[in-house]
């Protein structure tokens, strides 16, 4: 089995909640999931190829297997923003004076209000760029040879997570058999790890159709059966921590320099 590898440079914060977060906790994962890589493939793949092509390739995306290698460093940056949200109304036999009171405040039909955020800087900013990358293994389980397709919807896509996680390939994408240990697997459960190393619930298709997957149509995904739940372990220690940020470093493992 061989595996496509693209190299990318984030330009912007990265920023992705886990499955269990509310709109107002946001906090963040810090690697991107199979589901959102596989998600970024399609799409990449409709806009390079046309919406037949992504309807054809999506059973090979759905089951590709994606391993991650990342900085050295990850830094999560602990903050609050304030964001708008729909006016919350009390009792119906009273809400058009409510709304006449929040009207003149300014705050109808939204409200004003603060939200905890996180966000993902990945690398260190005082060193290079190529220092700070992130690459993208891919291969196809059912496959010697990679879909020819494959690399070039990888360097199509240019954010992961939520908008504006903007990132710029580097190259042109490798093959290689065999990838180093640098690389983790997050389309599988991490079976053997470091102690000390992350924990992370990442998220994966499962037995999904492309009509799942298209957002024009009313199936809908279901957590456990199409979309499901992988425990990922990241060789990455926290080794500092405070009221603005964590500090995650990477664990290096026997063997690696």
């Given amino acids: 089995m061989s595996w496509v590898i693209v190299r990318y440079h984030p330009v912007t914060f990265f920023s992705l909640r886990p499955y269990n977060a509310t709109a107002s906790g946001g906090k963040?994962?810090?690697?991107?999931?199979?589901?959102?890589?596989?998600?970024?493939?399609?799409?990449a793949t409709i806009q390079t190829a046309g919406l037949e092509a992504g309807r054809a390739r999506f059973?090979?995306?759905?089951?590709?297997?994606?391993?991650?290698?990342?900085?050295d460093r990850?830094?999560?940056?602990?903050?609050?923003?304030?964001?708008?949200?729909?006016?919350?109304?009390?009792?119906?036999?009273?809400?058009?004076?409510?709304?006449?009171?929040?009207?003149?405040?300014?705050?109808?039909?939204?409200?004003?209000?603060?939200?905890y955020r996180e966000f993902v800087q990945f690398g260190d900013p005082l060193r290079s760029p190529s220092e700070n990358t992130i690459a993208v293994a891919c291969a196809s389980p059912d496959s010697e040879t990679p879909p020819s397709?494959?690399?070039?919807a990888l360097c199509a896509i240019n954010y992961l997570g939520k908008r504006g996680s903007f990132l710029q390939p580097l190259g042109?994408?490798?093959?290689?058999?065999?990838?180093?240990?640098?690389f983790t697997l997050i389309t599988r459960d991490t079976s053997d790890?470091?102690?000390?190393?992350?924990l992370q619930?990442?998220?994966?298709?499962?037995?999904?159709?492309?009509?799942?997957?298209?957002?024009?149509?009313?199936?809908?995904?279901a957590l456990g059966r199409e979309r499901v739940l992988?425990?990922?372990a990241l060789p990455y220690e926290l080794t500092r921590s405070s009221r603005g940020y964590s500090l995650y470093e990477r664990i290096a493992a026997e063997g690696e320099d």
């Fill in 28 to 43: 963040t994962l810090i690697a991107p999931t199979a589901f959102a890589l596989k998600m970024a493939l399609l799409n």
């Fill in 59 to 71: 059973p090979i995306i759905r089951d590709l297997s994606i391993a991650l290698d990342l900085p």
């Fill in 74 to 115: 990850i830094t999560v940056i602990k903050s609050f923003a304030k964001i708008r949200r729909p006016a919350r109304l009390g009792d119906p036999k009273a809400q058009e004076q409510e709304i006449a009171d929040l009207r003149d405040k300014k705050q109808y039909p939204f409200q004003s209000t603060i939200a």
């Fill in 149 to 152: 397709w494959l690399g070039i």
């Fill in 172 to 182: 042109a994408p490798d093959i290689v058999d065999t990838l180093d240990q640098r």
């Fill in 193 to 198: 790890f470091l102690m000390n190393s992350t």
């Fill in 201 to 221: 619930m990442l998220d994966d298709c499962g037995a999904m159709d492309f009509e799942h997957a298209d957002i024009y149509s009313k199936k809908r995904i």
């Fill in 230 to 232: 992988r425990h990922v």
